[in-house]
């Protein structure tokens, strides 16, 4: 098979359920998707199962994939909504707290080193996304990154705009307490 296929041409050829394309498509956007539902799932082995599940949805309806919008958007969507069906799951069985105690500040352990702040930007909000609660979590990742409604997050969780809008601003909050405390420790 040939090596260096775009995208496009991985699709068509996904489309005839070429399952070396599908290997090659699942290499291409491997990285990018994990880090979807990374931010949706904290334990990295639950991502990569939401993952797997995600692109098995992928490969299913790849068909029906219209080459109208982003394929990368198209797929990020779907992991998206792989990563709501996992919470769902979960929350079957514990409940999701709206509780602003449950984001706590977890201080690192190299934490008094001295650190290149433009390097550590994206790995610090990353962190600061992961430790809000799952509820705020879910909500802050499809409404600022997913582009997300809160009405269509409202449907999506079986909850009321009210506390999709009401986990948004508890979630800003606490990113914004939990990086004020970051970067001040960092800056002393």
């Not at 929350?91 to 709206?98: G, M, N, V, Y």
Request: with cysteine; hydrophobic share 35%.
């Amino acid at each position: 098979m040939k090596q260096n296929w775009n995208v496009e041409e991985l699709i068509e050829l996904c489309k005839k359920s070429d399952r070396r394309a599908q290997e090659q498509l699942f290499r291409h956007f491997y990285g990018k998707m994990l880090a979807v539902c990374m931010r949706y799932i904290q334990d990295r082995d639950s991502a990569q199962e939401v993952l797997q599940e995600g692109f098995i949805k992928v490969f299913d309806n790849i068909k029906g994939y219209d080459s109208k919008g982003s394929f990368e958007g198209w797929v990020r969507r779907i992991m998206a909504n792989c990563a709501i069906d996992a919470i769902r799951k979960v929350r079957k069985d514990t409940h999701l707290s709206d509780n602003v105690n449950d984001f706590k500040y977890i201080p690192d352990e190299d934490e008094g080193e001295d650190w290149d702040i433009t390097t550590l930007k994206a790995e610090v909000a990353m962190e600061a996304i992961q430790n809000l609660s799952p509820a705020y979590r879910t909500v802050f990742n499809l409404y600022v990154m997913e582009d997300y409604t809160h009405k269509e997050i409202a449907e999506a969780l079986g909850i009321s705009e009210g506390t999709s809008k009401s986990n948004l601003a508890k979630a800003k909050m606490n990113l914004q307490n939990y990086l004020k405390q970051k970067f001040i420790h960092i800056a002393s």
